[in-house]
């Protein structure tokens, strides 16, 4: 027992170096988005605090030290907030950090403040008594059930933003596997598990005993390491990531007049039907709009007000026709479904048969046999 709970130490000590490595790192990061970097180098340095801070009890370095026994808590309420302002800047162009976001913060502040009165502000000797008899604690200020709450909720915002930012890139791009935030989403769910086992092993008493405490540290601090790494790869590997998606601007000032919509309508179709514009897998926004010389903005503006669909669906549409021009026609009955994938635009297997279901009702093998029957 005493190698792991030197291991234990050991593996604290390497987490809180690293963290504290690549904090410093994102902090003078100079290209993507900088102030989604300082979130992401807040919330390394929150868990590294708290590493520490554990470190010096287990080392009884806060008998000599009083003040370094509480000082990460107020930490412990920074974690969500900084994962969810980073959520929303690597997801939104327009992103800001405006004052009324400080009041994400009152949590922090709360904690911070109720520790100086309740324990900072005495002297040395009071605090050395106040840790040897507990007397710091509280069963409603100390409950950890804020901090579930808080979790809880930011989760779910969390997860909002993503549904919104998957909504909004599909005015702009017909293919989007490569613009999804799905990394994001991934690593999201995975911390959130994390604090769920990390919460469960406290209600369910997995750490009331040495060994439970001591094995569940482990495998706590080894996987919270895992997923600090897994998110360096994804900025060290793929640094395009970590850019924002450009904001599709509304259209309560726009000078689009009804006649010059269905004017703009009949040019998009002229590109998309004569030209066959959507065989192009990656085909964007920009592109359409330079090809039917119209805007982007007023593209993205017709087809949302005119045509009541997103670019991403509208595209799509085009490739379902010809997806299904392909099956029902005999010249093609030697052509796998795949090769008519491929051929009518998609460059997914799995969201053409999602589109094509969506579209048609039925999959496309289905509909094959349907039209040869």
């Known amino acids: 027992m005493t190698d792991c709970t030197e291991l234990l130490k050991i593996l604290k000590f390497i987490s809180a170096a690293l963290l504290i490595l690549f904090s410093v790192f994102f902090l003078n990061l100079k290209k993507g988005n900088r102030l989604s970097h300082r979130f992401l180098a807040i919330f390394f340095l929150s ?15 806060v008998l000599k030290m009083p003040n370094l026994a509480y000082l990460s808590t107020p930490f412990l309420f920074l974690y969500a ?4 302002f980073y959520t929303d800047s690597v997801t939104r162009s327009d992103f800001r950090f405006t004052p009324v976001k400080l009041l994400h913060l009152i949590p922090f502040v709360v904690r911070g403040s109720i520790l100086f009165f309740r324990y900072y502000r005495y002297d040395f ?11 710091i604690y509280h069963p409603v200020i100390s409950s950890p059930i804020w901090l579930y709450i808080q979790n809880g909720v930011y989760m779910v915002a969390c997860f909002t933003l993503l549904y919104h930012y998957r909504q909004r890139i599909k005015d702009n791009f017909s293919a989007l596997e490569k613009l999804r935030r799905d990394w994001l989403n991934y690593l999201l769910i ?6 769920g086992i990390f919460i469960s092993g406290y209600l369910y008493g997995i750490v009331d005993t040495d060994a439970g405490y001591t094995f569940f540290q482990i495998f706590i601090e080894f996987s919270f390491l895992i997923w600090v790494c897994l998110l360096i790869y994804k900025a060290l590997e793929f640094p395009e990531l970590f850019r924002t998606l450009p904001e599709v601007k509304k259209y309560q000032t726009s000078p689009l007049t009804d006649s010059l919509i269905q004017n703009y309508q009949q040019r998009i179709e002229i590109c ?12 964007t926004l920009k592109d359409l709009a330079k090809e039917a010389g119209i805007p982007a903005r007023y ?52 969201v053409f048969h999602s589109a094509f279901k969506k579209h048609v009702g039925m999959t496309p093998c289905e509909y094959r046999l349907l039209q040869h029957s």
């Open 299 to 350: 593209i993205s503006q017709v087809l949302n007000e005119s045509v009541r669909q997103k670019f991403y669906d509208y595209v799509n549409r085009y490739r379902i026709e010809e997806s299904k021009r392909q099956l029902s026609d005999p010249a093609s009955n030697g052509k796998t479904i795949l090769a008519i994938i491929y051929d009518a635009g998609f460059n997914s297997k799995s």
């Open 81 to 84: 907030p900084m994962l969810f």
């Open 47 to 61: 868990r590294a605090s708290i590493l520490l801070t554990m470190l010096f009890w287990e080392y009884d370095l």
């Open 190 to 195: 995975l911390f959130f598990i994390w604090k």
């Open 272 to 283: 998309m039907r004569d030209e066959k514009l959507y065989l192009n897998p990656s085909l």
């Open 125 to 135: 000797d009071t605090k050395l008594v106040m840790l040897q008899t507990g007397a």
